[in-house]
């Protein structure tokens, strides 16, 4: 039979209202951190970056905290707006010989007129 | 400056069978990364290719296996086909080698396996 698919946990807010969305990460020694935005029938697409020797990232609206010491990623999103629902996820990446990239499972943005 | 595009957007196979997937990436870009997604394990990373190299390897089986062309563009290929090779397979493109590197999606070619 088909197998069961991954529940997404969901956050719902109030247009324009401040989203936070959480993530946390498996491996202490990751180096790279991104969080990704898919829309339903779309690829993922980027959003913000990370590297492990800051804390704090702002881009345009959205600001990415990273928190080494319980290996937890925030994506904070301000005045969120209807066009901010989708998925969201986070990817570590590791490098060595061959990079490793490891995805969240991901936390469903639904945005409330 | 067109997007990355994959073709076929939509493929049924049969068990056993072989398939083969297209992605062109944007034009400049020499990086060309696959991914499998699926509901029960997400996103997954199979392999880069940079300059007709693979540059980095996720951990799928040696069914799984790709190729890129001396114009970036790039195919990855699905030997004996099994059900649960029934994905989403993306594509994305970056300008340079490196999964830390800023990747654009393309819009994915779903696979059912029947």
């Known amino acids: 039979g088909e197998s069961v698919g991954l529940h997404l946990p969901t956050l719902s807010v109030q247009e324009g209202d401040n989203s936070i969305i959480n993530c946390a990460y498996s491996n202490s020694a990751s180096d790279y951190f991104i969080w990704y935005k898919q829309e339903s029938g779309k690829g993922p697409q980027f959003i913000i970056d990370i590297r492990s020797n800051m804390d704090k990232r702002q881009g345009q609206r959205v600001t990415v905290l990273l928190n080494k010491t319980v290996k937890h990623l925030s994506l904070q999103i301000a005045a969120t707006q209807p066009g901010d629902s989708a998925v969201y996820f986070c990817a570590e990446i590791l490098s060595g010989g061959y990079q490793k990239v490891t995805f969240g499972t991901g936390t469903k943005l639904q945005v409330i007129p | ?114």
């Not at chain 2, 997604?37 to 940079?50: A, D, H, N, S």
């Not at chain 2, 390897?57 to 190729?67: A, D, I, T």
């Not at chain 2, 090779?85 to 080698?97: G, H, I, N, R, T």
């Open chain 2, 1 to 114: 400056k067109a997007g990355v595009t994959q073709t076929p957007r939509y493929l049924i196979k049969t068990r056993g069978q072989q398939v083969t997937l297209s992605c062109s990436p944007i034009s400049g870009h020499r990086s060309v990364s696959w991914y499998q997604q699926t509901p029960g394990q997400g996103l997954q990373f199979l392999f880069e290719y940079f300059s007709e190299t693979q540059r980095n390897k996720g951990n799928f089986p040696g069914r799984f296996s790709g190729r890129q062309f001396s114009n970036s563009r790039s195919e990855m290929n699905v030997s004996t086909l099994e059900l649960g090779d029934s994905a989403l397979y993306l594509c994305a493109s970056s300008l340079e080698v490196g999964l830390q590197e800023t990747q654009y999606f393309g819009p994915g070619t779903r696979l059912l396996v029947l």
